[in-house]
């Protein structure tokens, strides 16, 4: 099997005078950069466009025909807005993936709490361009910021952003808490570890909520099973982003890390494909179209598409789950990162796709 250079054994035995040499300007040589790929907020974008273009996502009914920035700009942005939330939400994760809490560990986690500071505010800023996008739909020129404040206090979808980004800036605020303490020299405290995983995950749920899924006779079932698919696609898509990226190039500590990250993938996957079919189904069901819908419609359409990309995904988890994960647990070679770069890639895919189908006509 190939090996990534990330994941090849570290040499042992005796060194040349040159290797046991310290590196320019003393100290100890710098932590090997991140290897996580950059794939996915250009999957999400390209996925988004490419599916805006085939379901004209932004033709909503009572409204005036929007902007090109507008009909084609907002499906991208709401998808760079979920990859950058979903980004937030692995990052808070790792500190419970990490079981070992010594100095590798530890410099790990600090070299995180980074990234989910950018993560966190590349959220924010998607939140509130997004925010004035979806405002200029109702306003007859370029909105104001009264435009966005009624906006905000008058529709819902504008409510839910405010919420998300509230949480965004929350998230961003507790991890400069943790790279302040860890610039200290005191580590970042699990608690305000934990609350930013917390508010990350919550800061996903109020944009699906004023979906489809409110128009539904069975309320209080509808809204369930978005809340549940969107949180195990973010556990199961931040968790592996974040340690492709950051855990993966130490082989020590992915052997420890990675069995902990498969149980809770394993559940979430299962989530995210019932929940998926059920919301699915169900939105072609009640909106008229039946099963047929699945092929007579660009929403049915983009559906079985992400299906496509479940059923993909589902099987590179089970070659690294089955193949991959004994072998990292062994400390052997394995090319985990180049699976788990095209795995994260699909996830992006799959997140621009659904960022198309949040405010797409189901009829089309």
Request: glycine residues 14%.
């Amino acid at each position: 099997m190939p090996a990534d250079p990330g994941t090849a054994p570290e040499p042992t035995g005796r060194t040349s005078p040159s290797a046991r040499r310290p590196p320019p300007g003393g100290g100890r040589p710098p932590p090997p950069p991140p290897a996580g790929p950059p794939a996915p907020p250009r999957g999400a974008a390209a996925a988004a466009w490419a599916a805006t273009l085939h379901v004209g996502a932004d033709d909503v009914p009572g409204l005036v025909d929007p902007a090109v920035a507008v009909r084609y700009g907002a499906p991208v942005v709401r998808a760079l807005l979920d990859v950058a939330a979903v980004a937030t939400v692995g990052l808070g994760m790792l500190p419970r993936l990490v079981p070992d809490h010594g100095g590798r560990a530890r410099a790990l986690l600090a070299l995180t709490r980074r990234a989910a500071v950018v993560t966190a505010l590349s959220w924010l800023a998607c939140s509130l361009l997004l925010l004035g996008l979806y405002t200029a739909e109702l306003a007859t020129g370029s909105p104001t910021a009264e435009d966005v404040a009624r906006y905000v206090s008058g529709v819902p979808a504008g409510a839910a952003l405010a919420l998300g980004a509230g949480c965004a800036a929350g998230c961003a605020a507790l991890g400069l808490t943790g790279v302040v303490r860890d610039a200290r020299g005191n580590g970042a405290d699990r608690l305000t570890d934990d609350l930013g995983a917390v508010l990350a995950l919550l800061g996903l749920l109020p944009m699906p909520l004023t979906g489809h899924a409110v128009d539904w006779e069975y309320h209080d079932l509808s809204m369930l099973s978005v809340q549940l698919h969107v949180l195990a696609a973010a556990v199961w898509a931040g968790g592996l982003a974040a340690i492709a990226a950051f855990v993966a190039p130490r082989r020590g500590l992915l052997a420890s890390t990675l069995p902990r990250y498969s149980k809770l993938a394993t559940g979430a996957i299962v989530l995210v494909a019932v929940s998926g079919v059920f919301n699915g189904g169900t939105e072609l069901t009640t909106a008229g179209a039946g099963l047929g819908g699945l092929i007579g419609t660009g929403y049915g359409r983009i559906v079985l598409l992400k299906a496509v990309l479940l059923v993909l995904l589902a099987a590179l988890g089970g070659h690294a789950r089955f193949r991959l994960l004994p072998l990292v647990e062994r400390h052997r070679r394995t090319a985990l990162i180049t699976w788990a770069a095209v795995e994260v890639g699909v996830m992006g895919a799959a997140y621009g796709l659904g960022a198309v189908l949040a405010r797409a006509p189901v009829l089309t």
